[in-house]
Nanobody, 122 residues
Framework: VQLQASGGGLVQAGASLRLSCAASGRTFSRYGWFRQAPGKEREFVAGMWWSIGRTFYADSVKGRFTISRDAAKTTVYLQMNSLKPEDTAVYYC??????????????????WGQGTQVTVSS
């Protein structure tokens, strides 16, 4: 089982990026995007329950970021609009086989992608 994250890059403030997380081998019950900036702890960004499409977001990204899925491709996306310098971080996709635990906690997710760098310049 692998999660492959892609789509990061260097953009200016106000720009948009779309991250992708492709899962090979299976479909998971729950997906999440997390990020970690230098010197900071990993934090939750957005998440989704695959079967019903329930989505949830960190307050810092509500209204700017959107998580979505493509069932045919078993891929989860994170559309990031109106990017800010404080969004700069390595972004990780994560997945879990059930709905136990806190949706917003990294400890609830068992599978992780390799991370993709997002840098937003001011």
């Amino acid at each position: 089982v692998q999660l492959q994250a892609s789509g990061g890059g260097l953009v200016q403030a106000g720009a948009s990026l779309r991250l992708s997380c492709a899962a090979s081998g299976r479909t998971f019950s729950r997906y999440g995007w997390f990020r970690q900036a230098p010197g900071k702890e990993r934090e939750f960004v957005a998440g989704m329950w695959w079967s019903i499409g329930r989505t949830f977001y960190a307050d810092s990204v509500k209204g700017r970021f959107t998580i979505s899925r493509d069932a045919a491709k078993t891929t989860v996306y994170l559309q990031m609009n109106s990017l800010k310098p404080e969004d700069t971080a390595v972004y990780y996709c994560a997945a879990d086989g059930d709905y136990r635990g806190n949706d917003y906690s990294s400890s609830s997710y068992d599978y992780w992608g390799q991370g993709t760098q997002v840098t937003v310049s001011s």
